[in-house]
């Protein structure tokens, strides 16, 4: 069977190269990290040849091959609005992240679709689709485009598995097998997925995804949740130190679908000001690494 790829979101205090050596430090295999200033759209940003050799030297070093790695796009890239100039800038952000990652060569990048200002996520999910396909044609690559479910705060779009389906529905044939989605397991918790119920009631749910999709995830987050089941809360908390608990990340990790497919922790580091050539690995995301090695080793 394929193996667990578990990685992390770690500091890029540095570089990104440096959040790739940090990573390999905790012994993890698979990374994720930003390829620009996530507050940003990043429409006009470029990634330098120096960059992206000295990332590739970093990744060989650290024992990460590059399809493992996931770039977040920014997180204000709201493809869903119903805003002309917005959505206009948004998709034009979503392609230049294309363009940076393809050149990285990682395996996928993953973004929040939005919200659908005008309340009509159908609608939503056209312009989603549409601001894909844009950043899809923009570069060829392998480089996949992956659409992150939502925790179901307002007009957000991507809390169901029919509104994820929806809007792969509407990416043309010939792209489809370069996008897909990925699962946060906090998201899910906070939109009301009963992951954390039991075994057979999270393996339902995934069931219920692939079945809806057509496809399995591309990635999952690993988070634990501060807020509480259905709150629409998005806070990542440790994991087992949150309200899913650990339990149902070792349900998870006992289901083939977590498999050959990066697994990556978007929880709290204890060292945010880590100096920029330190490439120690941080101390929750090593804590983190023995979790989750124990709890694979009980699944």
């Known amino acids: ?9 770690t500091v890029d205090n540095g570089g990104i190269h440096m959040a790739a050596l940090r990573a390999g430090a905790a012994g993890f295999t698979a990374l994720q990290c930003f390829t620009a200033i996530p507050k940003f759209y990043g429409d006009k940003s470029t990634i330098k040849p120096e960059r992206v050799e000295r990332f ?8 990460i091959p590059a399809k493992n790695v996931v770039v977040h796009a920014a997180y204000v890239l709201s493809v869903a ?3 002309p100039d917005k959505w206009e800038r948004a998709a034009a952000g979503l392609a230049k992240e294309m363009e940076r990652s393809t050149t990285l060569g990682v395996g996928a990048v993953c973004f929040h679709p939005g919200s659908a200002t ?3 996520p159908k609608k939503a999910a056209e312009r989603v689709a549409k601001a894909i396909t844009q950043a899809l044609r923009s570069v060829d690559g392998t480089t996949r485009l992956l659409v992150e479910n939502t925790a179901g705060a307002g007009k957000t779009v991507g809390r169901t598995a029919e509104e994820v389906a929806d809007i792969l529905r509407h990416v043309p044939d010939e792209l489809r097998e370069r996008t897909g989605y990925g699962l946060d397991t906090c998201h899910m918790f906070a939109s009301g997925w009963a992951i954390h119920e039991s075994a057979k009631r999270q393996k339902e749910i995934l069931d219920e995804w692939e079945q809806t999709t057509g496809e399995r995830p591309g990635f999952f987050h ?3 949740s501060e807020g509480a089941f259905a709150s629409n809360k998005d806070r990542h908390m440790l994991l087992g130190e949150g309200q899913i608990g650990a339990e149902p990340f070792r349900w998870l990790l006992a289901d083939p679908r977590s498999r050959g497919i990066p697994l990556i922790l978007e929880t709290p580091q204890e060292n945010y000001e880590i100096a920029d050539d330190d490439a120690s690995a941080d101390p929750f995301d090593l ?3 023995e979790l989750l090695t124990s709890l694979e080793a009980r699944r």
């Open 1 to 9: 069977m394929p193996k667990h790829h578990l990685g992390a979101h």
């Open 56 to 63: 590739g030297r970093a990744l060989d070093e650290a024992g």
């Open 81 to 83: 609005t119903a805003e």
């Open 118 to 120: 005008d309340g009509d």
């Open 222 to 224: 690993l988070n634990d």
């Open 287 to 289: 804590r983190m690494m």
